[in-house]
Nanobody, 118 residues
Framework: QVQLAESGGGLVQAGGSLRLSCTVSVRTFGILTVGWFRQAPGKQRELVASIYNRSAKYLADAVKGRFTISRDDVKKTVYLQMSSVKPEDTASYYC????????????WGQGTQVTVSA
């Protein structure tokens, strides 16, 4: 059983910063790839970033240079540090997990809203 809980969303001004946290309840956190997805109204859900370990990370082109992803395996938490945010970053952000090598993310959190004001 894998449970994920996001926190850290809120309202931020353009150019500001926000850190999202995803805490994972699971016995074997180390085998998981954890991703952050976002979905804006009327748009498809998109993968923003993912991490398996320090050398296995992904960042979408739209957020490269502004967002970073990291994980703390002791706390079983994955962080999405958002900097220089833009109004187009406004979305519901979800963390999700999969066993590394699986094609699909099978475990999802409830999501947290990020709103960037101009």
């Amino acid at each position: 059983q894998v449970q994920l809980a996001e926190s850290g969303g809120g309202l931020v001004q353009a150019g500001g910063s926000l850190r999202l946290s995803c805490t994972v309840s699971v016995r074997t956190f180390g085998i998981l790839t954890v991703g952050w997805f976002r979905q804006a109204p009327g748009k498809q859900r998109e993968l923003v970033a993912s991490i398996y370990n320090r050398s296995a990370k992904y960042l979408a082109d739209a957020v490269k240079g502004r967002f970073t992803i990291s994980r703390d395996d002791v706390k079983k938490t994955v962080y999405l540090q958002m900097s220089s945010v833009k109004p187009e970053d406004t979305a519901s952000y979800y963390c999700a997990a999969k066993v590394r090598g699986d094609a699909e993310y099978g475990f999802w959190g409830q999501g947290t809203q990020v709103t960037v004001s101009a």
